[in-house]
């Protein structure tokens, strides 16, 4: 019943939950990783992340696309039939960030500083570890409990306008 009610259905959905995830996501992930990059956390440093952000969130956006059907696959390939929600949704957080934070070191980095150089990729095996377990807190933690409400509370309302559709997908 989780599957069904907390996440996308269709296309529609799926741009929702992939843009609360993605505007909270970029919101909280690219200002920490900033502060912690600079070893100090002020409101300063906070804002002035705030000129990067609308790239990065377009880059990430891009980068949920291209990752979506590998991240799918490595995740069928972890889970087994039958395993909980909980579980499967865990382990394709686990995916997808892994995937996309191995990119989003370098990229984040260079739209974040606004040019391109080495220092992210001769640095990558330092800064890649705090940057995904930045992200994976984040999105597992955060984005996406808070899209999947949203999401449920929208199923929820769409369930009472049309209770039959509801029973007969629930017992499908």
Not at 9 to 14: A, D, L, S
Not at 158 to 165: A, G, N, V
Request: net charge positive; proline share 5%.
């Amino acid at each position: 019943m989780d599957f069904y009610m907390k996440l996308p259905r269709n296309k529609k959905e799926f741009a929702l939950f992939m843009a609360v995830i993605s505007i909270i996501s970029v919101n909280i992930i690219a200002p920490l990783i900033t502060c912690l990059e600079l070893r100090m956390f002020s409101t300063d440093i906070w804002l002035g992340c705030y000129h990067a952000i609308p790239f990065i969130w377009l880059c990430v956006i891009a980068l949920v696309l291209i990752t979506y059907v590998p991240a799918e696959w490595l995740t069928k390939k972890i889970v087994a039939e039958g395993d909980s929600f909980r579980s499967v949704v865990t382990i394709n957080i686990l995916c997808t960030v892994l995937m996309m934070s191995v990119f989003l070191t370098v990229l984040g980095t260079w739209i974040g500083t606004g040019h391109i150089s080495m220092d992210p990729i001769k640095g990558f095996h330092f800064i890649w570890p705090r940057n995904f377990a930045v992200s994976f807190a984040v999105e597992a933690l955060i984005a996406q409990p808070i899209a999947r409400w949203v999401l449920y509370r929208k199923h929820l309302a769409q369930d009472k306008k049309h209770p039959q559709e509801a029973s007969a997908q629930t017992n499908a």
